[in-house]
């Protein structure tokens, strides 16, 4: 056995990852795999926030740059919130880090102690109960049922509080269901966290812009709970920038100063000239954002009635992100040539090797019976991709 450390021995690997990097392979070899693995938008980066980036790099932002981000970028997040979400923050409570994901593990690993339990609704992005495990937390999984679109009650929030608890995660519009939590759902949530004082609350908001329902609610407006809410959102999704790496948390400042000094010894700071461009993504023409929003609109529309056309599953309707999270387990039991089909992993494979198509399982998210699909492609891949689904599947006996 390889000497690697206990604790990254315990880290499971991105499944969301692996079955791209599937895909990709078997793409590699000659065949034609539709990918609805990975949450990222197909639109290019516009060109105004690409020509921000090559100005920077034109005007030598080739230096290292401040652990916590260049001050302008953090005070356009400071407006962005003010502006989109009414939420008031000043320069010194934003950090910004190599994307999202980096921006939760900054706050994870700036909160969490060994065997403080942070309550995890789920189905859960991959990440996240990841990361409490890499921090020594104890992942609590609240599960949330289809019929519900996935989303837990303060109910069950307050069932599992106990004096361990140091955190809830949430995520909304979420991945991987696509649901999104109302105005008056969070203030239930808020009004039981309220009551704890020692429990912070970790909003993972990076697909606020792509929300079909109106309005986005952050559970951060809320004056009860907001000096211990920390808000993770970035530039990834709504204006198609994932491999820019820019994301950013609103946070308290004591925690704002901690995730700075974990970043000062990890990463130093983000690339320069993908803050430069983040800048103006965020204070530039949004007319972008919203362009991408009605295509985003169009296909969800589009995957949902294609879906109803597939016997043996169960899918709620997203009310946000790219997703849509169908119940499968109709299908456990059958098989083809030989092959049974007993998990979301088999079938997700199944689909990749026989239907050619590239799916995550919804072990990876916490639920088994269930599996996501990304309609972040074009129109005629969805219809083609479902098309091969519903193919695939009837030949399952």
């Not at 921090?135 to 019929?147: F, L, P, S, T």
């Not at 320069?272 to 954002?289: E, F, I, P, R, Y």
Request: aromatic share 8%; net charge neutral; charged share 25%.
């Amino acid at each position: 056995m390889d000497p690697v450390s206990a604790r990254l021995a315990n880290l499971s690997p991105s499944a969301t990852m692996a079955m791209n990097q599937a895909g990709k392979d078997l793409k590699a070899k000659g065949i034609d795999v539709i990918n609805l693995s990975v949450g990222e938008p197909d639109f290019n980066t516009p060109d105004h926030i690409k020509n921000a980036g090559k100005k920077a790099i034109d005007d030598n932002y080739s230096f290292y740059p401040p652990a916590p981000g260049f001050p302008e970028l953090r005070e356009a997040v400071t407006i962005k919130f003010k502006r989109e979400n009414n939420l008031d923050f000043t320069p010194e409570q934003i950090v910004i880090s190599a994307g999202a994901k980096n921006s939760l593990a900054n706050v994870i690993l700036s909160l969490i102690n060994k065997d403080d339990e942070v309550i995890v609704p789920s189905p859960y992005w991959v990440t996240y109960a990841e990361l409490v495990k890499l921090a020594e937390g104890k992942n609590v999984i609240v599960r949330g049922v289809i019929e519900n679109d996935f989303k837990i009650t303060p109910e069950q929030i307050e069932k599992a509080i106990t004096p361990k608890t140091k955190a809830l995660l949430l995520c909304s519009p979420s991945n991987p269901t696509g649901s999104v939590y109302s105005k008056s759902e969070l203030e239930g949530i808020a009004k039981v966290i309220e009551k704890y004082p020692g429990i912070f609350v970790i909003t993972d908001e990076i697909y606020e812009h792509i929300n079909f329902v109106g309005k986005h609610e952050s559970i951060g407006q809320f004056n009860s709970i907001k000096d211990r809410v920390v808000i993770v959102n970035g530039v990834s999704k709504a204006y198609a920038m994932t491999g820019w790496r820019i994301g950013y948390i609103a946070a308290p400042l004591w925690l704002a100063k901690a995730c700075t000094k974990l970043q000062g010894q990890i990463l130093t700071g983000p690339t320069t000239n993908a803050q430069k461009a983040a800048v103006t993504a965020l204070t530039g023409d949004q007319s972008c954002v919203k362009e991408m929003l009605v295509a985003f609109k169009r296909r969800k529309e589009l995957i949902m009635s294609l879906l109803k056309d597939v016997p043996n599953i169960q899918v709620s309707e997203p009310e946000g992100a790219f997703y849509v999270f169908p119940r499968i387990d109709g299908y456990f039991g059958k098989s083809f040539k030989g092959q049974k089909i007993t998990s979301s992993t088999d079938l997700c494979l199944y689909l990749l090797n026989e239907g050619h198509i590239a799916t995550v399982p919804g072990e990876a998210f916490g639920e088994p019976t269930c599996l996501r699909i990304s309609f972040a492609i074009s129109d005629d891949k969805i219809t083609e991709a479902i098309k091969r689904l519903k193919t695939a599947l009837k030949a399952l006996t």
